[in-house]
């Protein structure tokens, strides 16, 4: 009989270290609900037993060695702490509401208020709930009010995601008018011509805008600039100007048209000059300076009998 027993005892070990239960350090859970294999190793066959709620998503909680101790008599568990500083660490991830989000779920209430569509809401302090990394937010405005003139609005937000309860706050901002406004969209310098993809139309709040800002893409596109304008700065109208055709120094084509005559010569710029515009032009035959209209690249018209502003020295 003695020649059995041990034997019979090495085949029981393994029933027994199912018995055998300890806390893990640190559990990371997904679900709303705590079970007690969460908290404990060798939970065996009570593994699934709930014992509590989780922490909220994004938080964490500490379960001490003596509430661990009441968990592990209650459930059958032959387990002790070994010293005071036994713990068990929560976790429970989650991820932020975006105020994207929020923003426009509460511009949605309140364009039943008469907020301005194209009117930037400025969101005061905002302590929004984490929600489950897997889940959508769910969200609603309710008791939504808004004061015109100041563009003061309040509401109740309510904020639910699959996995986690409703939970509500009180939220309140501002509503900030803005503008149209041409913006660079790279770094343009002196007398460059902007093309269509050198900028972009954004809308500025309207105290951050210049008066004399470009508010439509057509007042700046084929435009020459008078000032380099940094990215993303807005263009003011009075910096641009309608490209020059004619360049200071530059030789140009003068003609002189009357009835049944047309003569032409060579002539230099005295400065420059866009289509329709009047220039100096120093004619290379006579030393003469006249006043002549610009009509294309490298070309004038000289009025018949223009008189001569100056005559240049040889």
């Known amino acids: 009989m003695r020649a059995l027993a041990l034997p019979m005892l090495l085949l029981a070990l393994p029933a027994l270290a199912q018995d055998l239960a300890g806390p893990r350090p640190l559990v990371v859970v997904d679900q709303p609900m705590l079970r007690l294999g969460d908290v404990f190793e060798g939970a065996g066959a009570r593994a699934a037993q709930p014992v509590g709620a989780a922490p909220a998503p994004g938080r964490q ?27 068990v660490v929560v976790e429970r991830p989650g991820k932020a509401v975006p105020r994207e989000a929020v923003a426009a779920a509460l511009r949605s209430e309140l364009l ?12 005061g302090p905002l302590a929004l709930p984490m929600i489950p990394p897997e889940a959508e937010p769910r969200l609603a405005v309710e008791a939504a009010s808004l004061d015109a003139p100041s563009g003061r609005f309040s509401g109740l937000l309510s904020i639910g995601a699959e996995g986690m309860p409703m939970q509500r706050l009180r939220i309140g901002g501002r509503a900030v008018p803005t503008l149209p406004v041409v913006v660079a969209a790279r770094r343009l310098f002196l007398g460059e011509v902007v093309a269509p993809e050198d900028v972009r139309l954004v809308r500025m709040r309207a105290e951050r805008v210049r008066p004399g ?18 990215a993303e700065m807005a263009l003011q109208r009075s910096d641009l100007a ?3 055709l004619v360049e200071r120094n530059a030789l140009v084509t003068m003609l002189v048209e009357a009835p049944g005559l047309s003569l032409t010569a060579q002539g230099r710029a005295l400065g420059a000059a866009a289509r329709g515009a009047l220039v100096p032009v120093m004619n290379l035959a006579s030393r003469t300076v006249v006043e002549a209209q610009v009509t294309g690249p490298g070309r004038v018209r000289v009025a018949m ?3 001569p502003l100056r005559r240049e020295a040889e």
């Open 61 to 87: 909680m500490v379960i001490e060695a003596a509430q661990l101790l009441v968990l592990a008599r209650a459930n059958g568990l032959a387990w002790r702490p070994l010293s005071a500083q036994d713990r």
């Open 112 to 123: 039943r208020f008469g907020l301005d569509p194209e009117a930037e809401l400025e969101l």
């Open 213 to 230: 800002a470009a508010d439509r893409l057509e007042q700046v596109v084929g435009q020459q600039l008078h000032r380099p304008v940094g």
């Open 242 to 244: 309608p490209p020059a």
């Open 305 to 307: 009998g223009a008189a």
